[in-house]
């Protein structure tokens, strides 16, 4: 009968070992409530623990990097463009004992985050220009750079005075000191998608589309010009090659002329009667065949003779 | 099956790395359990003594395979890592143990999602996946980007212990980041230079992990084809073929100067060279008639009279012959000349 009492206790004792033990695991931290007070420091070390059966309850929260999601939704920028902006959170709980007492649990701590988080994301986005909000470097970017109007020139060579990174550590700045009464340490904040909303999107596409059909049309312009520069080209060259050629050998002709006239004027000059004569005679033999007609009087040198061989003399003198 | 468990003890204390307390030995448990069976005699409780038995042995080992380690807690706190082989442990509820592929590479895709790994590969796309893909360049444009993230986990504690929700803690990651990266970059930048893009994200990517304590690895970030969005893809398209079409104008217009200068400056030679031949020509023959006529006046100088009077003649005598119709008029015969035919033809006469 003893040893059953003693059996029963054993077994009392051990029901209260095991319903006292509790294990906080490495992804997690603990604090004990008593009647929904909270008793002694918060356990962040892992490991097993023990506490007071039935009156002590043990509360878990995460110990690790922790999520936030915003809701996705649309912000105008300064200038007035409407963007889905889509951003995510990491945050812990440090202070699991604060955390305990202002918000409870992780769902409730979420509902915190959307409305500090989206609030400032919403703030900061709002009183930027998009390309602020884009942008994290003024980096130089390779576009096709071709004269467009003032309005193209304007979007892509304006330089950023904040950039992202700017923006959203704003942001944690203004986030962090409210998370902070939560026990809460916001980690950080990133964008994680950005873009134009629906209607806007639209006319941002028919706007890259006429962008590129001008650069298509510069192209082809360009070909046109480059082409038509190669012809001028071609048509100044031809008429320089033939002329100069020209010029040489008129040059050359020219000279050689002049030589030739030298070279007769010093040799006829000697006797020009003489050079006329044989010149003359040179002609004769040339031009006259048989298609000439000669009428020849007896009058004549050549037919001096014909008549008269000449002794008396005297029908050649009348 | 022969287990040579000595050897393998071995092995798995030699793994198991100094520190983090040390396995259960098979012989004390098993020593321990033959005691307890002395005590409860009798078939009921023999029957639970061996399910508690089976059990307790049953979760004591496990296997970790050849790409994974198993990271084991004892009460939640994190004791040791094993690796691969049979090990053993304090049974389930005292420790636990997480196996964990660190060989393996795993693979993330944003913008699309394979279906059917193949030798052709598809691929889906939708709305769903094209928000992830979806974003704005540096110039404001839209692009459409697509890639993949490989890693591996290079510390199974950090990733099992140090991040929630890892997997999408990765993938917001990745997004963010590929996003920092094409923001700086102009649309012609996105389309041409993936490689570029993909090794500064791979880079901002691994340090955002490296900050997140995720203990993960980005072995290599792929871009897939990146693009403008559908609806402006033909415009994209007709400045290409418009540039080509500016290389071809080029092109023809040069091939046009290559066949005609060439051949001019060819004609321009010839015509050059005529001109040196003609003065070549004329100043030899001006040479020439020059010492011809020297040497005949020389001659001419000695007798004037008698070598004129020869040349005359000798000319007359070689013209003469040559001349068809001759007529002979005596010079004291007076008005015969209107008597004359002078236009009558040879033929005619004949």
């Known amino acids: 009968m003893k040893s059953k009492i003693l059996a029963g206790f054993l077994v009392i004792i051990i029901i209260g070992f095991f319903s006292g033990a509790y294990v906080v695991d490495e992804t997690e931290q603990a604090i004990i409530t008593q009647f929904g007070r909270a008793v002694g420091e918060a356990k962040t070390s892992p490991g097993l623990y023990f506490k007071v059966p039935l009156i002590q309850q043990a509360n878990y929260f995460p110990k690790n990097l922790l999520q936030w999601d915003g809701d996705p939704g649309q912000i105008p920028t300064l200038d007035k463009t409407y963007i889905w902006v889509d951003t995510f959170a990491r945050w812990k709980i440090v202070d699991p004992l604060k955390f305990f007492q202002t918000v409870n649990n992780v769902t409730s701590a979420l509902a915190r985050l959307d409305d500090i988080l989206d609030a400032a994301v919403r703030n900061y986005i709002t009183s930027y220009p998009l390309l602020e909000t884009v942008r994290v470097t003024n980096r130089k970017l390779d576009t096709f750079e071709v004269g467009i109007g003032d309005n193209q020139e304007e979007r892509i060579t304006r330089n950023i005075s904040t950039g992202r990174k700017q923006i959203i550590k704003q942001v944690q700045e203004q986030a962090r000191p409210k998370l902070a009464e939560f026990g809460i340490q916001l980690v950080d904040v990133k964008i994680k998608r950005l873009n134009y909303v629906e209607e806007v999107q639209q006319s941002v596409y028919s706007r890259m589309i006429a962008e590129r059909k001008q650069i298509a049309e510069k192209f082809r312009s360009e070909g046109k010009g480059e082409a038509s520069k190669i012809a001028g080209n071609r048509e100044k060259e031809l008429k320089k090659i033939t002329s100069e050629a020209y010029k040489i050998s008129q040059e050359i002709k020219g000279k050689a002329d002049a030589e030739a006239a030298a070279i007769y004027a010093e040799a006829l000059g000697r006797d020009p009667q003489f050079y006329s004569f044989i010149k003359t005679l040179e002609i004769y033999k040339e031009t006259m065949d048989k298609n000439t007609s000669l009428i020849l009087s007896t009058d004549s040198e050549f037919l001096q003779y014909l008549k008269d061989y000449g002794y008396s003399g005297s029908n050649l003198q009348k | ?350």
């Open chain 2, 1 to 350: 099956m022969s287990w040579d468990w000595d050897k393998l003890m071995e092995q798995k204390k030699s793994s198991s790395g100094g520190g983090f307390g040390t396995p259960p030995k098979m012989d004390d448990v098993l020593n321990k359990l033959r005691g307890a069976k002395g005590r409860f005699p009798g078939g009921f409780k023999l029957i639970i003594l061996a399910a508690v038995i089976i059990i307790l042995v049953s979760s004591s080992f496990y296997t970790v395979d050849v790409d994974e380690v198993g990271v084991v807690q004892r009460f939640g706190r994190f004791v040791r890592i094993t690796q691969p082989g049979l090990s053993f442990k304090f049974p389930s509820f005292i420790e636990t143990v997480s196996k964990v592929k660190v060989r393996y590479v795993f693979k993330e895709e944003f913008g699309f999602r394979t279906v059917d790994p193949g030798i052709r590969t598809r691929y889906a796309s939708g709305p769903t996946y094209e928000s992830e893909s979806l974003m704005l360049t540096g110039d404001l444009n839209v692009a459409v980007v697509p890639w993949i993230v490989q890693y591996r986990i290079k510390d199974p504690y950090k990733y099992l212990f140090k991040v929630k929700n890892i997997r999408s803690t990765l993938r917001d990651l990745s997004e963010a980041a590929m996003r920092v990266v094409v923001g700086d970059r102009s649309i012609n930048e996105v389309i041409s230079k993936r490689e570029e893009i993909a090794g500064e994200a791979a880079g901002i990517l691994q340090k955002e992990l490296d900050e997140a304590d995720t203990g993960i690895h980005v072995v290599t970030i792929e871009m897939k084809r990146t693009n403008v969005p559908e609806p402006v893809q033909p415009s994209f398209n007709e400045v290409n073929q418009a540039g080509q079409e500016k290389e071809k104008l080029i092109y023809q217009a040069r091939e046009e100067y290559n066949k005609v200068i060439p051949a001019a400056m060819g004609e321009a030679e010839k015509t050059i060279r005529g001109a040196e031949g003609y003065a070549l020509s004329l100043v030899n023959r001006g040479k020439g008639d020059a010492s011809r006529f020297v040497a005949l006046y020389q001659e001419y100088a000695k007798a004037k009279d008698i070598t004129k009077r020869r040349l005359y003649l000798e000319a007359i005598q070689e013209v003469y012959p040559k001349i068809g119709t001759k007529y002979l008029l005596d010079a004291d015969m007076k008005g015969l000349l209107p008597l004359l035919n002078l236009g009558k033809s040879e033929g005619a006469k004949q």
